[in-house]
């Protein structure tokens, strides 16, 4: 039967010799750990160590204070660890470890934000004291993430080929994707340092450079007409895949044609048409404004399809060719049929101006003169590209040029600064003149 010892109006008090053991027993002397003691108000104890023995202890408080009536200005250096706080894990015969918050450790979050003290996971003590790394699959900072090492480094040694990871490798080496030409893994990566010197190696044996470009003035290869390799991705957006660097820019209007399927997909062959480039994920990829959800990018017949921009900026801004700009104006340019210099077009063997009604001048500064090694031909005016048939008279000097023979014999004709415009006579000509007159 039950017992209870109720004292209804005052406290109630053991008192036993100083230094002795008061023991609650609820195993009848059995120390089996059987039983219980349920206090049903506060517990204070005013000792200086609790001991707690038992496996498995419950605690309802949603919050545990420690270093309690603690009335400074952070921790104190007279703790057992000084100005720290918090758990300690007993490991047998391995040091003891700790979840303590550190109030000596000062931090810095940019823009004048810093402050002392913050959590920190050591095990020993004293000189021996290490800190320990720590175990989570992720941070969520919930804005900028900082990382202060001092003097060190961010390190991912102990990784298993982490720069595989990040780049596509084969036989380690990095490698684009067959069907994709990709060599990410993951957009959101951060590469280490051997990646990085991989990506250098590849990017000067696989990757194209299009310019050599300082300040205003460049050396370029302007090349817009492509052979699409693969569909690299469809859906809201569509992801076309060049052979080569293609050259194309967000803005550009871009000409798709004989794009071709197998088995036949409606979608990706209504992709042969004019669309607008919105973005250049990498030098060999273009994505286009139009959907293709619902389509299959393995259909599409591997290098079938071509992209060239429209028709009327073919021989203009976007006609293939290696260009030379000079304090930003493009004084050269080398086309697959002609080069020009200036405002010289040098085409099949001709050498011709650029600009309409301007002038062609050879010249041998100082005593030079220019000399021709073989036979000078004039062309019959007109000409294709002069419907004149007598030039104007020039602001010096003589034009001489060829139309059909007249009274002189010749077909050479001359005009000079005075306006004279007549032809050069030939020598039997002129000596049947001479008898005549």
Known sequence: MAKVLRIPSSDYKIVVGEGNTITLDTTNALDNGTGKVVITGDLEVKGDTISVESTVVSIEDNIIVLSSGNTGNGLPASLDIPYSSGIEIERGNYENARWVYDD????????????????????????????LPLATPGI?????????????????????????KVFRYDSGAITPDPLTGSIIVSDDAIPNAKAVRDFVDYSFTDIGISAIIQDNSSVEIIDPANVIASIAEVGSRTTLRTVNSHGYEIGDTIVLSNITTSPTDAIIDALNGSWTVTDVPTETTIEINVSTTGADENNYVVNSGRANPPEALRNTTK??????????????????????????????????????DSDLVIGAPGTGVVRIKDVLELSVTPSENDARIDPLAPDSGVKIYSKAEGPGNTGIYFNNSNETNDEIISKNRALLYSMLF
């Open 104 to 131: 000596s450790i000062s931090w810095s979050l940019g823009a004048g934000v810093t402050g002392l003290g913050t959590w920190t996971a050591t095990r020993s003590e004293g000189v021996n004291e290490e800190t």
């Open 140 to 164: 969520v900072a919930g804005g900028n993430f900082y990382v202060n090492v001092g003097a060190g480094v961010i390190s991912v040694e102990g990784s298993s080929s982490y720069e595989e």
């Open 319 to 356: 006609e293939t060719r290696v260009a030379i700009t000079i304090e930003g104006s493009e004084v050269a340019g080398f086309y697959g049929n002609r080069a020009e210099f200036s405002n010289l077009e040098f085409r099949n063997g001709e050498i011709v101006t650029t600009e309409s």
